[in-house]
């Protein structure tokens, strides 16, 4: 079955089609990449419609769709609603703006067809992104290499008065070098006291004895990303840096190896958490345990103490205590795994032990 055909088999009743309009679900159901167009699904064909800069490329390589290119989109849409009798269409409606869905609005006012202005299709859609598929997984994994490789790399560059910049900068560089299509996120390399801020900004602030550098990275490879964080040590740390770096890990590891099918993505928030907290934490580790990765860098399953997701095989996720404190330091240890038969596969094969420079 395509996706297409799934989506549609998961209509709700009152619905009779569904109009795709982020780039990241018209990748996931045409596996064609572009930055503007939409999918109208229809219950008995898909249509991706797009203007002239992609008409060639989406006749070539768009799959489950007819493509249209379109001179007059109003009209395309209208022509479209009128040869199906469509009533009632589900949009996108955590993607969409007010203003696109104003516009829509207006498109089919002189229509049959209403706008169905619920989270049906999102939800539709987001089950089916939870669960990766063999060549999803394997294009994960392939990001992974990209950003693994970018961090031994790396630390050949992490030496006293190196810039925390210039040191993104790099591994950017190194990554695009590699095949990657892009970084996953802005990266996040980062020394001394700014560690203890979960999401600081590389500045021109320079690597110092007894330092840690603080580097969550990922690649973008083909559509999909990757993530992991790592925190290595520059010598003349403490002791404290040391026992607070393996209570994270210890978080880490732990964490992980709850892992299977079955149980719920906020227990193994709960591991982790209890160990951070347990050790006397409480208040220095305030996100999600982890996140789903995939065609966006943060989507489903969360592992939070809020999270409702049950976990099941061939979810990714991230695994990434950390403990931050202020004005001093922090310390995160990131891992993506994929949720197997029986327990979880890691995916960031980098050692986790202290590596000190
Ligand atoms: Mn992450």
């Not at 991230?318 to 994929?338: C, H, Q, S, W």
């Given at each position: ?6 989506l ?23 596996d ?18 797009v ?12 799959k ?11 009209e ?21 703006t007010i ?8 498109i ?7 706008i ?5 299709l ?70 001394g006291?700014?560690t ?5 900004v ?5 690597i110092k ?38 209570i994270?890990l ?5 964490a992980?190896?709850?892992i ?58 991230t ?8 004005n ?5 240890i ?24």
């Amino acid at each position: 079955m395509t996706r297409i055909e799934t989506l549609i088999k998961n209509f709700p009743a009152n619905a009779d089609a569904a109009l795709i309009t982020s780039g990241e679900n018209r990748f996931y159901f045409s596996d064609f990449r572009s930055s503007a167009g939409v999918i109208l699904v229809t219950r008995d064909i898909a249509y991706l419609i797009v203007d002239f800069r992609y008409g060639e490329a989406a006749q070539i390589s768009a799959k489950n769709c007819k493509v249209i290119v379109y001179d007059n989109f109003s009209e395309t849409i209208c022509n479209l609603v009128k040869k199906h009798n469509l009533h009632n269409v589900l949009i996108e409606r955590d993607n969409m703006t007010i203003s696109e869905l104003k516009t829509y609005e207006n498109i089919l006012k002189n229509t049959a067809c209403n706008i169905i202005v619920n989270s049906a299709l999102d939800n539709i859609i987001k089950d089916m992104r939870i669960i990766k598929s063999e060549q999803e997984i394997e294009k994960i994994k392939a990001s992974q290499e990209i950003t693994e490789k970018a961090f031994y790399h790396i630390l050949d560059y992490i030496k006293v008065g190196v810039k925390e910049r210039d040191l993104a900068l790099e591994i950017e560089y190194f990554m695009k070098k590699c095949g990657a299509e892009n970084v996953a996120f802005d990266l996040i390399v980062i020394s001394g006291k700014k560690t203890s801020l979960p999401h600081g900004v590389p500045s021109n602030d320079e690597i110092k004895n007894g330092d840690f550098v603080l580097m969550d990275t990922g690649a973008l490879l083909d559509g999909y990303h990757s993530d992991m964080t790592r925190t290595v040590a520059i010598n003349g740390v403490s002791q404290e840096q040391i026992d607070i770096y393996n209570i994270v890990l210890k978080a880490n590891t732990e964490a992980i190896k709850s892992i299977r099918p079955g149980i719920y993505a906020k227990d193994v928030d709960k591991i982790a958490r209890d160990i951070i907290y347990n050790a006397g934490y409480e208040g220095c580790f305030g996100h999600s345990t982890g996140h789903g990765v995939g065609l966006q860098i943060h989507e489903y399953p969360v592992a939070s103490p809020k999270s409702k997701n049950i976990l099941e095989k061939n979810m990714i996720f991230t695994v990434e205590p950390g403990i931050y404190l202020p004005n001093k330091f922090g310390v995160r240890i990131e891992d993506m795994v994929a949720v197997t038969e029986n327990g979880a596969e890691i995916l960031t094969s980098v050692s986790k032990e202290l590596i000190i420079i």
